[in-house]
């Protein structure tokens, strides 16, 4: 095993970035969640992204007042490949804000936190694995 284990660098090193991407993304919704205000806003346009192989996904923006009365319109940075009729242009949406930074915000029923749970336990596994394959190599060599 002399330079095998080079190898299982790659593994490793895409299973922490992935496991710290889903942490991060993890910890970040629990904290709108626990600590964020909630606002009553609406959808005001959808900003449309494309993907390099032509995939479109559409990124509601909501409007809300702050409860200081601050006026707020931001792109939601989850987005999906329709926006759904419960979320149309108008649509009456629950904000979840953080009042410190109005920026950071999440869409009730549109934002979520799968994503970020996926991003974790396939770096958990990924790491896990890698991290248990190394020691056996050692061990047995």
């Known amino acids: ?5 080079l190898f299982s660098l790659i593994p490793l090193t895409i299973g922490v970035i992935h496991l ?6 993890l910890r970040r919704a629990r904290a709108i969640r626990c600590t964020g205000v909630t606002a ?15 995939a479109r996904y559409y990124h509601p923006v909501a409007a809300w007042a ?16 329709a926006p759904g009729t419960r979320f149309r242009l108008g649509a009456t949406v629950t904000v ?8 950071r915000f999440a869409i009730q029923g549109w934002d979520t936190a799968t994503i970020h749970r996926v991003f974790t336990a396939v770096g958990a596994v990924l790491t896990a694995g890698t991290v248990a ?6 061990l047995v060599a």
Request: with cysteine; aromatic share 10%.
């Open 1 to 5: 095993m002399e330079r095998a284990w």
């Open 66 to 81: 702050t409860e200081d009365g601050q006026a707020c319109e931001y792109p939601s940075s989850f987005g999906r490949n």
């Open 96 to 103: 979840r804000y953080d009042p410190a930074d109005p920026r």
């Open 40 to 54: 009553t806003g609406r959808v005001v346009r959808h900003d449309v992204r494309r993907t390099d192989e032509g």
């Open 20 to 25: 710290c991407f889903g942490v991060y993304g």
């Open 133 to 138: 394959a190394l020691l056996i190599g050692l």
